[in-house]
C-alpha cells in the first residue's frame, strides 16, 4: 500500500535557491529514506533518518523528521541545475525489509 | 559503495514473446532483491521480493505466472515477462538490500516496450 506522499508534486526553482520537499507517511517506522531518480534511470539513495533521530545533514542535503506528525522534509541548498531529478521518501513499512516509496517530488532547477 | 548492474537497459519486442531482466549485485552479496515497476510520471510499484534460495513473494494483484522471478544465487535475481502483451510496456527496475540490510541499491532499469 502507498504510504508515503510527497508535497509538492512539482517544484521549479532558481539555481542557487533552496528547495524543500515533504513526505507525510502512515503507519509507525524505523527509518526513513530519501531516494533521487534521473529521467530513465534507476533511484540512488540520499539520506536515511532513524525513527529516534530529528534532523540529519549530509553536505547540501539536510532531513527533518517529526514521527508526531508522521512527516519528513528533504531541504536542498543552494541549488545546481544538476540537482534536476525526481526525489521520492520510502519507509520500511512498520519495520518490514520492504520499501514503500511515495510518489515523489519533480524538481526543476532552472539555470 | 554497493553496485547493481541490471540488464538490458531497453527492449523492444512483440506480443506473446518472453523477455528476461537480469540484475545483478556486483560487489555485495544480495539474498533479497526487490522487482519494481514504475509507469511515467508515478512513483515505483513493488512487485515482488526475491528471495536467494526460495521461491519469490509476490504483491496482491500481480501475477506470478506472467512475471517469473528467479534468485538462484546470491549476486542474480533475474525476471522474466511471459508472454508479454502491450500492456506490460513499462520501466522495470531492480534494487537489492544492501549489506547492512536497510539501504536499497537500484539497477538502472529496463524500458520494455512491446509492440
Known amino acids: 500500500s502507498q504510504q508515503g506522499e510527497e508535497d509538492p508534486q512539482a517544484l521549479s526553482i532558481q539555481e542557487g535557491e533552496n528547495a524543500t520537499m515533504n513526505c507525510s507517511y502512515k503507519t509507525s517506522i524505523n527509518n526513513l529514506q530519501w531516494y533521487r531518480q534521473n529521467s530513465g534511470r534507476g533511484l540512488v539513495h540520499l539520506i536515511l533518518?532513524?525513527?529516534?533521530?530529528r534532523e540529519k545533514h549530509s553536505g547540501r542535503l539536510r532531513v527533518t523528521l517529526d514521527t508526531s506528525k508522521k512527516s519528513s522534509s528533504l531541504l536542498i541548498t543552494a541549488s545546481r541545475a544538476a540537482d534536476t531529478a525526481s526525489y521520492f521518501c520510502?519507509?520500511?513499512?512498520?519495520?518490514?525489509?520492504?520499501?514503500?516509496f511515495g510518489k515523489g517530488t519533480k524538481l526543476t532547477v532552472n539555470p | 559503495g554497493a553496485v547493481v548492474s541490471q540488464h538490458p537497459s531497453r527492449v523492444i519486442c512483440k506480443s506473446g514473446t518472453s523477455v528476461k531482466i537480469e540484475c545483478r549485485s556486483l560487489d555485495f552479496q544480495a539474498t533479497t532483491m526487490f522487482w519494481y515497476r514504475q509507469f511515467p510520471k508515478q512513483s515505483l510499484m513493488l512487485m515482488a521480493t526475491s528471495n536467494e534460495g526460495s521461491k519469490a513473494t509476490y504483491e496482491q494483484g500481480v501475477e506470478k505466472d506472467k512475471f517469473l522471478i528467479n534468485h538462484a544465487s546470491l549476486t542474480l535475481s533475474t525476471l522474466t515477462v511471459t508472454s508479454a502483451h502491450p500492456e506490460d510496456s513499462s520501466f522495470y527496475i531492480c534494487?537489492?538490500?544492501?549489506?547492512?540490510?536497510?539501504?536499497?541499491?537500484f539497477g538502472s532499469g529496463t524500458q520494455l516496450s512491446v509492440l
Open positions: 520510502a519507509t520500511d513499512d512498520g519495520g518490514s525489509e520492504k520499501l514503500v
Open positions: 533518518i532513524r525513527s529516534n533521530e
Open positions: 534494487s537489492a538490500l544492501g549489506p547492512q540490510n536497510e539501504k536499497l541499491f
